[in-house]
């Protein structure tokens, strides 16, 4: 099970952060069809939040088809995101934390990276520099 949390400084609405953050599990592998969230309970305890933003996020996750209510037991996981396999994500990580290596020894901040990682998404011809 996943454990949310909250950046009040982010600007981005509760309830989407949360959204945000499973979706984010789910392409990671962190979160598998079957796997239950943790309660709107358990999310208002941890976060002392409103019960009410805990339900709005996972009403947003129903409408798009990544989970589904089961009353009495939970919300559970219908679909995943993303691709690759577990072994992708592993050799992946580990290029990334070496090219981060690398932008910290060229004195690179985590604005930088961002920006310079940004800029590659968006960026037409990334694909022909893979």
Same mark, same amino acid.
């Given at each position: +099970?996943?454990?949310?949390?909250? =950046? %009040? #400084? !982010? *600007?981005?609405?509760?309830?989407?952060?949360?959204?945000?953050?499973?979706?984010?599990?789910?392409?990671?592998?962190?979160?598998? %069809?079957? &796997?239950?969230? %943790?309660?709107?309970?358990?999310?208002? #305890? &941890?976060?002392?939040?409103?019960?009410?933003?805990?339900?709005?996020?996972?009403?947003?996750?129903?409408?798009?088809?990544?989970?589904?209510?089961?009353? *009495?037991?939970?919300? $559970?996981?219908?679909? #995943?995101?993303?691709? *690759?396999?577990?072994?992708?994500?592993?050799?992946?990580?580990? =290029?990334?934390?070496?090219?981060?290596? *690398?932008?910290?020894?060229?004195?690179? =901040?985590?604005? =930088? +990276?961002?920006?310079? $990682?940004? !800029? +590659?998404?968006?960026?037409? !011809?990334?694909?022909?520099?893979?």
């Amino acid at each position: +099970m996943i454990k949310l949390r909250l =950046d %009040p #400084s !982010s *600007g981005v609405a509760t309830y989407l952060q949360l959204v945000h953050q499973v979706k984010h599990a789910l392409r990671l592998g962190a979160l598998m %069809p079957g &796997d239950r969230l %943790p309660t709107i309970k358990e999310v208002v #305890s &941890d976060l002392a939040i409103n019960p009410n933003t805990v339900a709005k996020a996972y009403r947003e996750l129903e409408h798009e088809g990544l989970v589904a209510g089961r009353p *009495g037991l939970g919300t $559970f996981v219908q679909r #995943s995101l993303g691709g *690759g396999s577990t072994a992708d994500h592993i050799r992946l990580r580990r =290029d990334l934390a070496q090219w981060m290596r *690398g932008c910290h020894e060229a004195g690179l =901040d985590q604005g =930088d +990276m961002q920006a310079l $990682f940004t !800029s +590659m998404l968006a960026d037409s !011809s990334w694909e022909e520099t893979a």
